[in-house]
């Protein structure tokens, strides 16, 4: 079992452009949550896809948009990009019904 | 909502010393406690979770926790740290019984010197 894979592992972007960043649960999770981590903080939740839909949301703007596939896999986009959004982005995958949360290895975005 | 205080930013401690990360959460429902490890350019790590029964919980690297409903605590020990025990560590807390989010705390840096 591969866990939780995140890709890529590292990206640079430009102020203004759009990132999408790729997610794949650990086999037999169907649901799939995003978290930034700046740095120095701890884990910001984005959102949680279950079911192909946004089941929650945290406090962040409609830039940060997601989907999930039939796979269970999911992509978070963030378009405009910021200075700020600058982070380590994590997804976690767990089962909807409840339990453990495995994170992926995390993708860092640098935004210049 | 659920949310979670770690105590102490950073905690500074000689090798084979006992050690303790203190968190503190606020709900007004059932709630999940996990304590996470984060090694410098690494994801997250489960160390334990506390969900029913015991409210002492034992996890991996000889980390324990004890579930504290009266004082809303869910504080980490070590009784002897290693030096590659030196890592961020992230106290976190969720809804019971759903799959919902996890509320991370800020964290708290161990550092573990010879």
């Known amino acids: 079992d591969a866990g939780v894979t995140q890709s890529p592992t590292h990206l640079i972007k430009t102020r203004g452009q759009q990132v999408t960043l790729r997610c794949s649960p650990k086999s037999g999770h169907d649901t799939v949550s995003w978290y930034q981590q700046a740095l120095g903080q701890g884990p910001q939740f984005i959102f949680q896809y279950y079911e192909e839909e946004e089941r929650q949301r945290g406090n962040f703007p409609d830039r940060f948009s997601g989907h999930q596939f039939p796979n269970y896999s999911s992509e978070l986009n963030v378009n405009a990009l910021l200075l700020g959004d600058s982070a380590l982005y994590l997804c976690?995958?767990?089962?909807?019904?409840?339990?453990?949360?495995?994170f992926g290895q995390g993708t860092r975005l640098t935004v210049v | 909502a659920q949310s979670v205080t770690q105590l102490d930013s950073q905690v500074p401690v000689f090798e084979e010393a006992p050690v303790e990360l203190r968190c503190n959460y606020s709900?007004?429902?059932?709630?999940?406690l996990f304590w996470y490890v984060q090694y410098p350019n690494q994801g997250l790590q489960l160390l334990l979770k506390?969900?029913?029964?015991?409210?002492l919980v034992k996890g991996i690297n000889g980390f324990e926790a004890e579930f504290n409903k009266s004082q809303t605590s869910f504080h980490l020990r070590k009784p002897s740290v290693h030096i590659s025990d030196t890592a961020e560590y992230f106290c976190?807390?969720?809804?019971?019984?759903?799959?919902?989010?996890?509320?991370f705390g800020k964290g708290t840096s161990l550092l573990v010197t010879p």
């Open positions: 506390y969900l029913s029964g015991s409210t």
């Open positions: 709900s007004s429902v059932s709630v999940y």
């Open positions: 976690a995958s767990s089962l909807w019904t409840g339990g453990e949360a495995f």
């Open positions: 976190a807390v969720r809804r019971a019984n759903s799959g919902y989010a996890l509320n």
